[in-house]
């Protein structure tokens, strides 16, 4: 199947990406090491763009055996920052200043969370950079996909894009005061899927979300980071979310991607989990056929069904 190239109606450069990668010290090893192995450390080659599929096909071999060879020659992390709760000498020595350690609690509660998009969204409005994207470490980005997804809009427009976590409006509680608080609907995008803000976006936020102020308006409505960001953008801002089936998170069933339109996808669940317990080499397994099956523009993966946690669809 021919990958077909479409033009960029704004042309994108590799700096002009801020990605953001969140993850936490238990799933360095499992989750964060398999993401230096694939698609990070391709983010530069894949933004250089434009190279036939038949070259990458030849450039194949050679480059699965270097990945096994030595990790730290890859220097292809031009726009991907990974934000954790720990130091980590192995990703240091990979990322560089481009690992960064939130110092949020390594806990996995609403505070810890939004602590981790608060340091998020300082550091992408520090860099100056056009786009922030959000993904969590289970997460496979196809580089390619959301450049060219991102070059349809304009940045200094206000861009809120993403999958919408539910099929509503959710519902919140908006806490005023002690005691005013009233009802408040808004959609947001399922931070498990990836979601991307313009720049212009993401400065009009500055009240909600900068210097920590993120936590204060999470705790506004209690609900985690990814819902905070919607409510900011829909509720406050009245910017609305602009649905993109493009994003996927490990909540859809992806056998249900025709084959063709694989290779346009922006983001799909590169890691698999069964009853809420990871599976490392069966991870490892998996993601690596993700890789090559994109580069192929074939799937044929066995996902397993994810059956962990009958959550509500919130994360
Ligand atoms: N995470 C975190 N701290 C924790 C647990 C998870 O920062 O204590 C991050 C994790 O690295 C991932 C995201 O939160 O990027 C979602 O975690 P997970 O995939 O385990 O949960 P689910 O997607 O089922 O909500
Ligand atoms: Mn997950």
């Known amino acids: 199947i021919p990958r077909t190239l479409t033009p960029l109606r704004h042309s994108l450069g590799e700096s002009d990406l801020f990605v953001a990668v969140k993850t936490t010290r238990k799933y360095h090893r ?74 949020c609690s390594a806990a996995h509660n609403r505070q810890a969370l939004s602590c981790k998009m608060s340091v998020e969204y300082d550091a992408f409005i520090k860099s100056g950079r056009k786009w922030f994207c959000h993904v969590d470490d289970d997460n496979y980005v196809n580089n390619n996909a959301l450049r060219s997804t991102l070059s349809s809009f304009h940045h200094s427009q206000d861009v809120y894009l993403g999958r919408p ?13 002690s005691r ?4 408040v609907n808004f959609w947001f995008a399922t931070g498990g899927a990836g ?42 801002l009245g910017v609305p979310l602009t649905p993109c089936a493009l994003f996927h998170s490990h909540l859809e069933n992806l056998q249900q991607i025709p084959l063709a339109e694989l290779h346009r996808q922006v983001s799909k669940p590169g890691i698999l ?37 009958n959550k509500s669809g919130l994360t």
Not at 59 to 73: A, F, G, L, P, W
Not at 79 to 102: C, H, S, W
């Open 180 to 183: 005013v608080s009233h009802s």
């Open 30 to 103: 499992s989750r964060l090491d398999l993401l230096l192995r694939t698609w990070i450390s391709r983010s530069r080659e894949q933004a250089n763009g434009n190279r036939s599929r038949y070259t990458e096909k030849k450039t194949r071999n050679h480059r699965t055996s270097s990945i096994n060879q030595n990790i730290s020659e890859w220097k292809f992390f031009l726009q991907t920052y990974v934000f954790t709760d720990t130091e980590d000498e192995k990703a240091r020595k990979i990322l560089g200043d481009r690992l960064i350690n939130t110092n």
């Open 273 to 309: 989990q069964r009853s809420g317990v990871d599976c490392p080499n069966r991870e490892e397994e998996l993601s690596r056929h993700l890789v090559d099956s994109l580069d192929e523009g074939t799937i044929h993966i066995n996902y397993l069904p994810y059956s962990s946690r």
């Open 195 to 236: 979601f991307c803000l313009s720049r212009g976006l993401a400065l009009k936020m500055t009240p909600w979300a900068s210097s920590g102020v993120f936590m204060s308006t999470a705790e506004r409505i209690r609900l985690p980071d990814d819902c905070t960001v919607g409510y900011i953008a829909e509720a406050l």
């Open 165 to 177: 976590s539910l099929d509503r409006p959710i519902e919140a509680v908006e806490r005023l005061s």
